[in-house]
């Protein structure tokens, strides 16, 4: 399995070794900062060393490693569609968007503006469309939607408008029930996700040190249901961890281990994926490099400490541009190959955000899945036997001759070789004759063609109603309706 092969590496065993004997002295010396009474109950009631006054738990390697050993390896993660469910380490990068970005760059007029219901759906919908997406969902932060309702017509749009896997609201416990009332409406009953798991969680332990009472609510609610959580921190180097890359890896450790010890007071075997989006802080702006290489040098030494512990890992994949152009291409290439040749489980934040997660582009939402598409090509690796090694065809050949005409030359490539989606190949005669257009336009026309062409898995007829229902519990402005027929 490729994702055990780890073609690319950055740290040695024995690095690996000192970074998680230095975690476990964190959490036995130092501890974390626990924002929850009934957490700290919960910890108390399980030996750990809780002190009430000051919030601070510290644990012991024992607990901590009894914990970490009783997590699942593997486990499924349901879609709406069956089609679309996967094994979460299946050998392939499972790549994402990002989420609840704050600007959009409208398509029309390249400029940012803040996003609506309609470009979310948009979005949602290529995101469906997509071949090389494993995980769908309206990715913008909307604006023309009231707070009380906004979290669930989200929810539901993506749902109506995407059958692959989502996520579950992770804000706090009332939006863990509120995703659960949505997986009600979907299986008919919330006990039956202990059987088909949906919408896992997903929670970021704040830097550093620390567990706040909404994210811990997420993390317990889910997990006391078997969901799995993903716990995805985002430290910065040299502001709220250390500066080092080593120290920071220790301290986001620390991190993700301590929440799997806090998810394993509700559950025997807790679902985590152990993920990673810290990256250094750029001491002449002030703001996160999410496109700086030492991102994908923290990422790589993610997945690999994920895999020294057998869990499943998620590395981000992210540019620092603020709009679709040459940065955003190389710094997500470069960062995408990272995780891919790592053997990453998922890169969830990825795919059409920009600008450290804050904006959305449904072009460079295109531009990125021809990058997903290549590093995941690359992740395949190459193929080595009998067959492969082609001396039957070298044979016929011989000296001075072609493969043009032998058959072995057609199964091959379309075995091995992928074809380009988006890049141009063409002479320059063709390309001027097509209207010389560049990878942006070509994005762009992509983007129409799918949105004309594709459509999402319809939910079934019960299930339509059921939803329907639930969002008019929480909107007296939308409907199922509503959410189809909206404009873009």
Not at 128 to 148: F, G, Q, R
Not at 151 to 180: C, N, P, W
Not at 283 to 288: A, D, I, N, Y
Request: proline residues 4%.
């Amino acid at each position: 399995m490729v994702s055990k092969k780890q073609m690319l590496r950055v740290l040695e065993k024995d690095e690996l070794d000192a970074i998680h004997g230095a975690t476990l002295r964190v959490l036995d010396k130092v501890g974390v900062l626990v924002n929850s009474a009934s957490t700290l109950d919960l910890l108390g009631d399980h030996g750990y060393a809780v002190d009430k006054t000051s919030k601070i738990v510290k644990m012991d390697e024992s607990r901590v490693m009894e914990a970490v050993k009783s997590c699942k390896s593997n486990f499924r993660i349901h879609a709406r569609a069956e089609k679309d469910s996967f094994d979460v380490v299946d050998g392939r990068t499972k790549i994402g968007p990002g989420a609840e970005c704050v600007y959009y760059i409208d398509p029309k007029t390249d400029k940012a503006r803040v996003p609506t219901l309609a470009d979310g759906i948009l979005s949602c919908r290529l995101l469906d469309a997509l071949k090389n997406v494993s995980i769908a969902y309206v990715p913008v932060y909307i604006s023309d939607v009231p707070d009380e309702s906004r979290r669930l017509v989200q929810m539901a749009a993506g749902l109506i408008h995407s059958s692959k896997v989502t996520y579950g609201d992770s804000f706090d416990k009332d939006g863990v029930e509120m995703s659960l009332k949505l997986a009600e409406a979907i299986l008919g009953d919330r006990e039956l996700l202990r059987k088909r798991p949906m919408f896992p969680g997903y929670i970021d332990p704040i830097s550093p040190l620390s567990h706040e009472h909404t994210m811990l609510e997420a993390l317990l609610g889910y997990s006391e249901l078997d969901q799995s959580v993903f716990v995805t921190v985002m430290a910065l180097a040299g502001g709220t961890a250390p500066a080092s890359i080593a120290g920071l890896l220790v301290q986001q450790n620390a991190e993700v281990l301590s929440s799997i010890a806090i998810a394993r007071t509700v559950t025997k075997a807790p679902k985590i994926i152990y993920g990673s989006v810290s990256c250094p802080l750029d001491m002449r702006t002030g703001m996160s490099a999410v496109g700086a290489p030492e991102f994908s040098l923290i990422g790589v030494g993610a997945v690999q400490l994920a895999k020294y512990y057998n869990l499943p890992s998620n590395m981000g994949v992210q540019s620092d541009s603020k709009a679709v152009d040459e940065q955003a291409a190389y710094e997500k290439a470069f960062a995408a190959l990272a995780a891919a040749a790592a053997g990453a489980d998922f890169s969830d934040l990825f795919i059409g955000s920009t600008e450290a997660f804050n904006t959305y582009s449904p072009v460079q939402l295109v531009i990125d899945e021809q990058i997903a598409a290549n590093a995941l090509r690359f992740q395949q690796g190459i193929e080595v036997n009998d067959k492969t090694l082609s001396v039957e065809s070298i044979t016929k050949a011989g000296p001075m001759g072609n493969f043009l005409k032998q058959m072995e030359t057609l199964v091959s490539f379309k075995r091995e070789h992928m074809p380009p989606v988006l890049s141009d190949r063409s002479n320059r005669q063709r390309w001027d004759s097509n209207g010389s257009r560049d990878t942006k336009k070509r994005a762009k026309d992509r983007m129409m063609e799918l949105l004309n062409s594709h459509t999402p898995v319809p939910l079934e007829t019960e299930v339509r109603k059921n939803i329907d229902n639930l969002i008019k519990e929480y909107s007296k402005s939308f409907g199922a309706d509503a959410l189809e027929k909206r404009s873009y």
